[in-house]
């Protein structure tokens, strides 16, 4: 058998291209997504966010003001890179789509960035405009001056809610002195007196884009290294976008498809400025005409939970943490699961014990996905019901081939670890302004090196086995972090916990773990015993260490890395 997979087994329903179900759409690009969605979708609900609900003709006019503005209020034109830094706010998807009506480059920020890792994405990206929110005005006003931004547009967190509400919010958060600290900037425009400009100067003119331009740079999450933007182009967008609709033409048992259009009910806790969030509820669900419930401050459980409990929720997209923290809470049985048809998991791996847990408490099975910022982000994913396969990642998207390779790059037979590359129309534009670096992911035939430890099956099933840099050699032996953690994790007292390599005069490395008890009564050779009752001798960890909690993203990955130089401080 061929060691390339282009596609493994479909489910029913699901086309085996796209071309066989969407027909020719090289051509398009994310503004004619958006047209589309208008002219299908206009009355239905779009997004909701803290209790109000924007159809999707509200959102667009409240895009197409804002893409007057930039027209005609700005010195912007089409290809100039404008940053966007906010929370999942119904500003969120105006910006976005204005922005992008106006033909400029969307520039995803996170609003928690540091200020040095604010200045670096600016200046990386050439940023000539930032749309912020004023809760992180002044890290805005201190990296200001070392930037090219000229145009700074200032938004709060409840411009967009109807009087009094808005208001009451916005005068709130003032008389916080830690939510809104003190700063000034006064060439920043209000984003409500933007959306009036714009309204006043007309429509404006639609700009001539084609489908390999540049829509997004969306950086990576700087844990290899100096984050780098990944050129995302309207292609990519919009060939991941129709891959994971792809799969939504699976039917059941009986015949129905899994997913109804417009009638879908969709969670979104994850960070919209992060690409897997920004697929799923900035492409997919307004192609579709689902509605989004957009999650401020997915820590906040008690909001969190007030938000989705109003709605018969449909689908879920979150990541292991997440569920781990909501399954923890008291209240979240109070909500509405009698809809709930598809939980998906992306961003880090799933714990097998979590997934068991979702199915117990919410009746929904959770589906792991995979997928890279590179990658627009798919890459695979579970199909709903029997054909998913926990501990895997699935199947490859529609059109999408799959390879592993071993580390001269020759590649490798089914069934084999290796480094996992992939091929296909969601596959990015490359590095902004780092041909060198494009040059180490990306070979001629457009196969990019995800640096990620696959086996692929027979069947086409994908299970990522770990990072190759977080492999750890003990003894000649290698080990993966990802299968001690699994481990780990099941055992009653551990919340959550990650393994990294150390250096080990007898072995070469061993592993260590860092731990977190949930409060009840543990020690390292608790741990040590259970360890011992489900992994071979040389990978049960040499050292444990206890933490009151452990490094993450913003998207809620446990960050090894910071762990390793903690480690190798120390040493």
Known sequence: M?????NGRRAAGVPDSLAAKFGDYADMTVLDVIDESVRQHAGRPAFTCMGHTLTYAEIDRYATQFAAYLQKHTNLVPGDRIAVQMANLLQYPVTLFGALRAGLVVVNTNPLYTAREMLHQFNDAGAKALVFMNMFGDKVAEVLPQTAIEHLIITQPGDLLPPP?????????RYVKKAVPAFSLPAAVPFKQALK?????????????????????QYTGGT?????????????????????KANFEQVDDSGQKIHQAGSEHLVAPLPLYHIYSFTVHMMVAPSTGDHSILIVNPRDLDSFIRAIKPWPITTFVGLNTLFVALMNHPKFTDCNFSRLKSTASGGTALVADTARRWKEVTGSDIGEG??????????????????????TVGMPVADTALKVIDDQGRELPIG???????????????????PDATREVLDEEGWFKTGDVAVIDEEGYVSIVDRIKDLVLVSGFNVYPNEIEDVVSMHPAVESCAAIGIPDSKTGEAVKLFVVGNGEALNSD??????????????????????????????????????RDEAAAHA
């Open 2 to 6: 061929d060691a390339t997979f282009w």
């Open 165 to 173: 509400k808005g208001w009451l919010i916005n005068a709130a958060l």
């Open 197 to 217: 400009q714009g309204a006043d100067a007309g429509a404006p003119s639609r700009p001539t884009l084609h489908s390999k331009d540049l829509a997004v740079l």
């Open 224 to 244: 290899t290294g100096v984050a780098k933007g990944a050129m995302l182009t309207h292609a990519n967008l919009v060939a991941n976008m129709l891959q994971v």
């Open 370 to 391: 995979y997928g890279l910022t590179e990658c627009s982000p798919v890459v695979s994913s579970n199909f709903a019901g029997g054909k998913a396969r926990l501990g």
């Open 416 to 434: 084999e670890r290796g480094e996992l590359c992939v091929k296909g129309p969601q596959v990015m534009k490359g590095y902004w302004q780092r």
């Open 526 to 563: 608790d741990i040590l015993e259970h360890c011992r009752k489900h992994l071979t001798a040389y990978k049960v960890p040499k050292q444990v260490e206890f933490r009151s909690s452990l490094p993450m993203s913003p998207v809620g990955k446990i960050l090894r890395k910071d762990l």
